[in-house]
């Protein structure tokens, strides 16, 4: 196995690739083979060889007929599911790595009704592993503050929720339906920074780095917002807004440059047409691929969009079809999810 090393600036990491597989269908085929898939996610849990996941010693002894290692200092035994997004699931990981190649790889989602037809799962199951997997695409490493270059950032916020509608008009008209729809919600609100029935989600987008950070947030109120950028945007930057008034009196840390939405969509530089594209795409795949989702689920959603939206080809970083699978891939471990966890009858664990 060659490392190859992403070279994206925000998110390096290492992944080992493998020579095989390129397309769904050889994934579909490489991964029918049950110890084929135990090594795969082996060796991206372990790059640097199996360790016990209960006293972390090295070189546990692997039980062939029994697909599990027992580790030579504490004894226990575990399989390669302990531990991460696949345990205690009684679906094989022959179904679960297909699963993740379409999830990671379908520029528009993929429905559990999809998963369910085909892998042969029930729809529910299938569900359940897709709540799982988007978990595994979780890399919500904010810490890093974005901008501080020439570049700049574009920051804007949308509402998810409510009826899907327009789904068949064209995509520039459902951006210019969803650009007045907020921009005379804006000009309108000077509350609660809420909208009935809806989820406020906030974007920020590094055009020098062309990553994207979108959360959840309770509000739209000028400190909620502020507070957010603050927190995520290096002091100096160039920042590109709509006029919303959530966004004055960022000139004391920033340069603030805004454009009118009533009257305009781009002047110059001035825009914040990257963060609207993936509105637009995300707003698309919630109702269609995915029918309704609740204000819960809605950070998982995120993290899927995030995921295949940072991680997509471009000149800079042309990573393909497997490259993203295996980088999903290494995300598996030391997250769990449960079906009481995701039904919402206890607070999610996983940080
Ligand atoms: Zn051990």
């Known amino acids: ?11 390096e990491r290492t992944v080992v690739s493998m020579k095989e597989p390129k397309t769904l269908q050889q994934a579909i085929q490489y991964f029918s083979d049950e110890q084929t898939c135990i090594d ?13 996941v209960f006293c972390e010693a090295d ?36 179904k679960w790595l297909p699963a993740l190649w379409l999830l990671v790889n379908c520029k528009n989602g993929v429905s559990s009704y999809e998963i369910s037809r085909d892998l ?19 890399n919500r490493d904010f810490s890093a503050k974005m901008g501080g270059n020439e570049g700049g950032v574009e920051v804007d916020e949308t509402f998810v929720g409510g009826k899907g509608k327009n789904m ?14 907020v921009a005379n919600w804006k000009a309108q609100s000077k509350g609660s920074g809420r909208y009935p029935n809806k989820t406020a989600v906030m974007g920020i987008f590094d055009r020098e780095s062309r990553q994207i950070r979108a959360k959840v947030v309770p509000n739209v109120r000028r400190e909620t917002l502020q507070a957010e950028i603050l927190n995520s945007v290096e002091h100096g930057s160039r920042i590109y807004t709509d006029q ?14 805004t454009v009118n939405h009533v009257e305009e969509y781009v002047r110059g530089q001035v825009h914040t047409n990257c963060l609207e594209n993936f509105w637009s795409l995300m ?12 204000p819960f689920h809605l950070d998982r959603y995120l993290d899927e969009q995030m995921f295949r939206f940072n991680n997509r080809a471009t000149k800079d970083n042309p990573l393909t079809d497997t490259d993203r699978f295996l980088l999903a891939l ?4 030391n997250k769990r999810l449960t079906y009481a966890e995701l039904t919402g009858k206890t607070a999610t664990t996983q940080a």
């Open 1 to 11: 196995m060659v490392k190859i090393y992403l070279t994206n600036p925000i998110q």
């Open 40 to 52: 795969a996610v082996a060796a991206m849990r372990w790059p640097n060889g199996v360790l016990c």
């Open 59 to 94: 070189k546990p002894y692997y039980l062939q007929t029994q697909k599990r290692w027992k580790c030579r200092k504490c004894r226990k035994q575990f399989s390669v599911k302990v531990n991460s997004i696949f345990e205690d699931s009684p679906i094989a990981l022959t």
């Open 120 to 138: 042969g799962v029930t729809q529910k199951s299938a569900w359940f592993m897709l709540q799982r997997l988007r978990l595994a695409l979780n």
């Open 168 to 181: 068949h008009r064209s995509r520039k008209l459902e951006l210019v339906r969803m650009r007045s729809e």
């Open 244 to 257: 919303a008034v959530a966004y004055d009196s960022l000139r004391e840390q920033y340069i603030h440059e």
């Open 283 to 294: 707003k698309r795949n919630l109702a269609g691929t995915y029918v309704c989702v609740e």
């Open 330 to 333: 290494s995300q598996v471990a």
